[in-house]
């Protein structure tokens, strides 16, 4: 069974991943999009007055091939792959593995609030959190033939519960 989890930033995709890799045990395997980064070389830009950096929010920032094949590889070891992403849902070969698909929401307001509060990498500009908020809308989205979905709010904690009762109804086996 192959899972996608998809989400803007900071919505719960790689804490319900790593919930569901814990329900499901040694049999299960997370992979998380992030770390699949196209070569720098390819990674797209953006500009913002003086400002130059890479534009992560954007497709061409990710390497499709090489996360398709990491899921192709952990397949054969695992019975459960969960692949979690900002854009999972955008490219079609990618999401055609998918048995199930889960897809968390939050506002524009909550989105803010946990990113101002996410330092990792330093503060994050206004204008590039409003760039964020744009990009989810234009990339981030399950398309509209795509079935079986799951749609939860991440506004709150998520709970495995209602997650494994959608997985057992829709995925055979």
């Known amino acids: 069974m192959v899972i996608g989890i998809g989400g803007i930033s900071r ?50 920032s990710l390497d499709f091939s090489a996360f398709i094949a990491a899921i192709d590889q952990a ?25 199930a698909g889960i897809f968390l929401s939050i506002s524009k307001k909550t989105f803010i609030e946990r990113k101002n509060r996410d330092l990792r990498w330093g503060r994050v500009p206004d204008w590039y959190r409003e760039h964020i908020w744009l990009s989810h809308q234009k990339y981030g ?13 991440g506004e709150q904690p998520i709970t495995t519960e209602p997650v494994m009762r959608f997985l057992m109804e829709v995925v055979p086996g």
């Open 11 to 60: 919505s719960g995709k790689t804490t319900l991943s790593l919930q569901l890799v814990q329900q499901f045990g040694s049999s299960a395997v997370a992979l998380h999009q992030d770390e699949f980064v196209a070569a720098r070389s390819l990674q797209p830009r953006i500009q913002h007055g003086d400002v130059d950096r890479t534009d992560w929010e954007a497709p061409g």
């Open 75 to 99: 397949q054969k070891t695992h019975s459960v792959v969960i692949a979690d992403g900002l854009m999972v849902f955008w490219d079609a070969e990618l999401y055609r593995r998918f048995d």
């Open 141 to 153: 989205q399950v398309p509209p033939n795509f079935r079986p979905i799951l749609r939860l709010s």
